[in-house]
């Protein structure tokens, strides 16, 4: 069985060009610090250029227990802009820039994170223009 997957906006099957080529090809969803710094490499021109965008998962602990759907809320809108300005590499992260952030914070739990994305992006007809990354911990 194989967990290999891609990235990257995926063109029709009915049309076959270059372009529904340029896909970047993970051997498994599970990916380590190293492989998220590859991923990274690929934005660069020389590497394909794949646009990137990281959108954080975290939301202010001060919004309390119903503070989540807000903030579900606001990351699907965010990811919906991201791709239709061209992000074809999804970055969802709870990682916290400081020790205040990660005091003042908690995360959604990524799962749900990537489920309301992925279904508001089929939504509004954009699920296959971008590939979703998780990244925690």
């Not at 227990?65 to 919906?80: L, S």
């Not at 205040?100 to 799962?111: F, Q, R, S, V």
Request: hydrophobic fraction near 40%; include cysteine.
């Amino acid at each position: 069985m194989s967990v290999a997957m891609t990235l990257g906006k995926k063109e029709s099957i009915y049309k076959v060009s270059e372009k529904g080529a340029r896909l970047i090809h993970l051997e498994s969803p599970v990916l380590n610090s190293n492989e998220m710094d590859r991923i990274a490499s690929f934005a660069e021109p020389e590497n394909g250029g794949f646009e990137q965008g990281t959108i954080s998962t975290r939301y202010s602990l001060a919004d309390g227990p119903d503070g989540i759907k807000d903030a579900i809320e606001a990351i699907c809108d965010k990811a919906v802009e991201d791709v239709r300005d061209g992000v074809e590499v999804l970055i969802l992260s709870d990682k916290s820039a400081d020790q205040a952030e990660l005091d003042g914070t908690t995360y959604i739990p990524p799962m749900i994170a990537v489920g309301a994305v992925h279904h508001r992006l089929i939504d509004e007809g954009l699920r296959m223009d971008t590939g979703i990354v998780i990244e925690t911990g």
